[in-house]
């Protein structure tokens, strides 16, 4: 008897309840798959929708992430997860997670906001490798999009979420069957934001700069569900 390996699935909102949906649908009869939730999860659906809800409804396994830590067979796939991944903990090397970025560009915290700060036009999504920094692993897909002139973090964020789904939809077979090459992320191009690189409690706009740079500030914190 082959033993099933098993996929599982960590994170919240849209992309991890559609990400996990499309796995579920591809791949149930051939993998155990099982779910990690945020931990603030309440099981219903906001202004996103949420994962611990879909995987009660559908009998998925939830699962702490300490419970998967020994399984030497596991694929494990961040989506928006909410915890620091340690690599050392786990038996597998198969760790992988989607970045609101093009990577090396906007690592680490807020990337519905610096883009949009930094008159960037394109940003994008990318697959890569769980290792001991933060988003530092090598990558694997990517995929990119056009920022509009007149998008906010909002609608970044949605932007961000759709074509995450589609590099899931587009790379999970390849990802899973280990078809893929590593590429060492370049140093040329990295920048990296942590999470005091805004502070939302306390939000200013600096006012002493160019008219464009004031409109920049004022789209780019401009994300109504959170702030209500």
Same mark, same amino acid.
């Given at each position: 008897? @082959? ?17 996990? *949906?499309? #796995? ?9 798959? %099982?779910?990690?939730? &945020?931990?603030?999860?309440? +099981?219903? &659906?906001?202004? =996103?929708?949420?994962? *611990?809800?879909?995987?009660?409804? %559908? ?7 300490? =419970?998967?830590? &020994? #399984? ?22 198969? $760790?992988?997670? #989607?970045? /609101?970025? #093009? ?20 940003? +994008?999504?990318?697959?890569? %490798? ?6 530092? +692993?090598?990558?694997?897909? =990517?995929?990119?999009?056009? @920022? ?5 973090? *909002? ?14 939809? !587009?790379?999970?077979?390849?990802? @899973?069957?280990? &078809?893929? !090459? !590593?590429?060492?992320?370049?140093? /040329? ?18 006012? *002493? ?8 500030? @004022? ?8 702030? $209500?």
């Amino acid at each position: 008897m @082959i033993l099933k390996k098993t996929i599982c699935i960590a994170g919240k909102n849209a992309i991890a309840v559609g990400g996990l *949906r499309y #796995i579920w649908d591809k791949y149930r009869h051939d993998y155990d798959i %099982v779910a990690i939730c &945020d931990q603030h999860d309440s +099981g219903n &659906d906001t202004w =996103q929708p949420s994962l *611990r809800k879909y995987i009660n409804k %559908v009998g998925i396994t939830e699962v702490y992430i300490e =419970q998967v830590y &020994d #399984i030497d067979s596991l694929i494990f796939i961040s989506l928006e997860y909410h915890k620091l991944i340690n690599p050392k903990k786990f038996a597998t090397n198969k $760790l992988y997670n #989607i970045h /609101f970025s #093009i990577l090396p560009a906007y690592k680490g915290m807020f990337t519905s906001a610096h883009p949009i700060l930094n008159s960037e036009n394109v940003s +994008g999504c990318t697959f890569h %490798v769980i290792d001991k920094g933060i988003d530092t +692993g090598n990558i694997i897909f =990517q995929k990119s999009f056009t @920022i509009d002139n007149t998008d906010t973090s *909002r609608d970044l964020y949605e932007k961000y979420t759709k074509c995450g789904l589609e590099l899931v939809e !587009e790379k999970i077979s390849n990802l @899973i069957e280990g &078809d893929f !090459e !590593e590429i060492l992320q370049p140093s /040329f191009g990295s920048s990296y934001f942590s999470n005091k690189s805004i502070n939302y409690e306390k939000l200013e706009l600096d006012t *002493r700069c160019a008219a464009f740079q004031l409109i920049a500030q @004022i789209k780019a914190y401009s994300f109504r569900d959170y702030q $209500l």
